[in-house]
């Protein structure tokens, strides 16, 4: 079966420049949502969308920006990246029926980012 | 504000041990539990959830979870625990918000 798609797997980057990560959900799944898992650390939601609107913001920072597309993918735009944004990003999807209703999210695999 | 509690962060039991792994969340409105496995290296995987209805809830690889509203505790168990079973689980609470724990390592040794 398909599954959750990122890309890329891995990302390494510098300090001050920016990085976009994409998530591409299963098919037919209309809401995506994106996570951070530092080292050690559980993952952290950041942000989701339903419908190619935002629906639920979370831990994300100013600096960070996501949108939904057309055919439902989603991109995680990061600028002017610090150390502490080195963690794996995680993007899942689901099919739901409104703001506020988590159904089951499928996990992709994620993107390790290395900002060194 | 809304919270998650998962009472080890590291368990460590022999093949056919019994597992249960707390979860304990705060918040007083209607929830929709999960737990999340992820096993090394790889991405997080549903092991099962509860939406509404019978509160024990059955799983994938033959974990079971029991919602105890009244505690507000949703511990994942399962009566005999394979190496393959090495993992850190997640809980994960949706009430005003999604919400993960902090997981718990597990590690069974053969």
């Known amino acids: 079966a398909a599954g959750v798609i990122q890309s890329p797997r891995h990302l390494i980057k510098e300090k001050r420049e920016t990085a976009t990560l994409k998530c591409y959900p299963i098919p037919r799944h209309d809401t995506v949502y994106w996570y951070q898992q530092g080292p050690g650390q559980d993952p952290q939601f950041l942000i989701s969308?339903?419908?190619?609107?935002?629906?639920d913001k979370g831990s994300i920072p100013d600096r960070f920006s996501a949108q939904q597309f057309s055919d439902y993918h989603s991109e995680l735009n990061m600028s002017s990246l610090e150390l502490g944004d080195s963690a794996l990003y995680f993007c899942a999807s689901s099919t739901r029926g409104g703001r506020g209703d988590f159904y089951e999210q499928y996990f992709g695999p994620g993107t390790r980012l290395t900002v060194t | 504000a809304q919270s998650v509690s998962q009472h080890n962060h590291h368990v460590i039991l022999s093949e056919a041990a019994s597992l249960e792994l707390g979860c304990n969340y705060s918040?007083?409105?209607?929830?929709?539990l999960f737990w999340y496995v992820q096993y090394p290296g790889q991405h997080l995987q549903l092991l099962l959830k509860?939406?509404?209805?019978?509160?024990l809830v059955k799983g994938i690889k033959g974990f079971e979870a029991e919602f105890i509203k009244s505690k507000f505790s949703f511990n994942l168990r399962k009566p005999s625990v394979q190496w393959s079973d090495t993992a850190e689980y997640f809980c994960?609470?949706?009430?005003?918000?999604?919400?993960f724990g902090p997981g718990t390592r597990l590690s069974v040794l053969p």
């Open positions: 969308f339903y419908e190619k609107m935002q629906s």
């Open positions: 994960a609470v949706y009430g005003q918000n999604f919400v």
């Open positions: 918040y007083g409105g209607t929830v929709n």
């Open positions: 509860y939406f509404s209805g019978d509160p």
